[in-house]
């Protein structure tokens, strides 16, 4: 069971995790700038794109995305943080720096962490119900996504998706079945970039709270004129 990926360029890895619905082309805009000094390794996630038929949770997922990457730094965005901060931790000596996108160490409560995950299951019954063109429509219609514009929502690749890996992805790996790890942020020795969008308020409210557990070895950046996507949003920012 491997993790489909596509790489491009010449010198210092990187590794980069879309989120939710994405693919690993989702950062397809970037390569250009990025690829011209690293190689850059465009991982696609469990349940997702060329791994559609890949099924795992997180630390599962995490210890997948370190056999298709290898050493390197590497760069998670939402979902994509999840796993690339399991990564982290389970595989120190492989993840050489690591940069957090609109991430979480997790809900701190067993009883958040049951209603979210009662909550996605939600999510994925609609997906059942309206298929993933629809579902894909509502999904980018959230006012989540309100900087993000339709080019850099990318909605044709997120079609190549299907409803069955995407119910396996929230099953396994959503918010909810993400144990909390905030206590295991000051084990994280490498180097570490938290970003946000200064326009999401709740995950700049995380991004503080991660920098600061993470400790002296932790860089944070809130970036104006964007949200939740901030990569997508602030390309050259970023």
């Known amino acids: 069971m ?3 990926s596509e790489r491009t ?10 989120g939710f619905t994405q693919t690993g082309r989702s950062w397809r805009s970037l390569v250009p700038t990025l690829g011209s000094s690293h190689e850059v390794v465009l991982v696609d996630a469990p349940g997702h794109g060329g791994s559609v038929e890949v099924v795992a949770d997180l630390p599962t997922g995490a210890e997948l995305l370190v056999e298709t990457g290898g050493s390197a730094t590497y760069i998670g965005y939402s979902m994509g943080a999840r796993f690339c901060l399991h990564a ?10 690591l940069v957090l996108i609109s991430g979480t160490a997790g809900l701190d409560t067993a009883a958040e962490r049951a209603a979210r995950r009662a909550a996605d299951a939600d999510v994925a019954d609609r997906l059942d119900h309206l298929g993933v063109d629809a ?3 509502a999904w980018l219609a959230q006012p989540l996504f309100g900087g993000l514009s339709p080019a850099a929502a990318e909605i044709d690749d997120r079609r190549r998706n299907t409803a069955a890996g995407l119910r396996s992805s929230l099953e396994l790996a959503g918010t909810g079945t993400q144990a909390s790890l905030w206590g ?3 084990e994280l ?4 970039l938290v970003l946000a969008g200064a326009d999401d308020a709740k995950f700049v409210a995380l991004a503080h709270r991660l920098a ?3 400790g002296d070895n932790a860089e944070l950046a809130v970036m104006d004129g964007a949200g939740h996507t901030v990569h997508l949003e602030q390309p050259h920012a970023f």
């Open 184 to 186: 295991r942020l000051p």
């Open 135 to 137: 579902f894909l429509e």
């Open 212 to 214: 600061t557990g993470i």
């Open 9 to 18: 360029g010449h010198g210092p890895r990187l590794v980069l995790v879309h």
């Open 189 to 192: 020795t490498m180097p570490v």
């Open 2 to 4: 491997r993790l489909h």
């Open 88 to 97: 982290a931790l389970a595989r120190p000596e492989a993840v050489r720096a």
